[in-house]
């Protein structure tokens, strides 16, 4: 998967090889990469030249991924998207990275592809953010008129399922959890019991049962997140 606009790539990351490895992958698809082995100079670094996407290992020397993910959306003047690396699979990690601002994750051992495919989503997200179309796979979405289209072909939703799928597609492809998903629909004037249930399914009814792929996924005891048909 080689992408025309070469990335400029930040990796924080104390592991030698790991370092090199994932350094010598993207350069083979033309990207830029710089390093850091310590999470202040990597702090330092993407302050002082915002990289495209920043690669941030979850433990390092000193100060800790989680640290300078926050320190870095303190101070940084422009978004910086972060995929954090983690060696412990935990949910509380994932969770606590997104709460300090993490874009993606990934948990190590991972396919080294995988990491390039979730890089290039990021920073291709991070530029089209301003655009008014957002598109995932075959799915657009185009958030001034309204409108959804998959496989060129025009979904109809109601209010709520269209605010969960732009939500998930804003964010593709992290997970948004329920809670997320409530607030962002509700704030703090969530209705009781299950609220997003009627809607994930009507959601799920327009954009996944007419096609052959689905594309809303379930991560049992996460959320949901979106999964690109093409
Ligand atoms: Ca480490």
Redesign the pocket.
């Known amino acids: 998967m080689t992408t025309l606009v070469p990335l400029r790539v930040l990796l924080v ?3 030698h090889a790991l370092r090199a490895n994932i350094a010598a992958l993207f350069e083979a698809h033309g990207h830029v990469v710089d390093f850091a082995a310590d999470g202040r100079s990597g702090l330092r670094m993407a302050l002082a030249a915002p990289p495209d996407v920043l690669i941030l ?4 020397p000193g100060m800790d991924g989680l640290e300078v993910c926050a320190e870095l959306r303190a101070h940084a003047d422009r978004h910086v998207p972060v995929l954090m690396l983690t ?1 412990r699979d935990a949910l509380d990690d994932k969770l606590l990275g997104f709460g300090h601002g993490a874009d993606d994750y990934l948990v190590k051992p991972f396919a080294g592809e995988e990491l390039v495919a979730r890089c290039l989503a990021l920073a291709r997200r991070h530029l089209t953010g301003t655009s008014h179309v957002i598109e995932v796979g075959s799915l657009r979405i185009d958030r001034r008129s309204g409108t959804v289209e998959r496989q060129g072909q025009r979904i109809e939703l109601a209010h709520s399922p269209y605010r969960i799928l732009l939500a998930l597609a804003e964010h593709w492809p992290r997970t948004l959890t329920r809670s997320e998903l409530i607030h962002r629909l509700w704030g703090d004037e969530a209705p009781p019991s299950d609220p997003l249930r009627s809607h994930l399914y009507a959601l799920r009814q327009a954009l996944d049962r007419p096609f052959e792929r689905t594309m809303l996924v379930t991560i049992h005891g996460v959320g949901f997140r979106l999964e690109a048909d093409a």
Do not use: F
Not at 57 to 60: E, I, R, S, T, V
């Open positions: 990351e104390d592991h290992d979850l433990g390092l060696a």
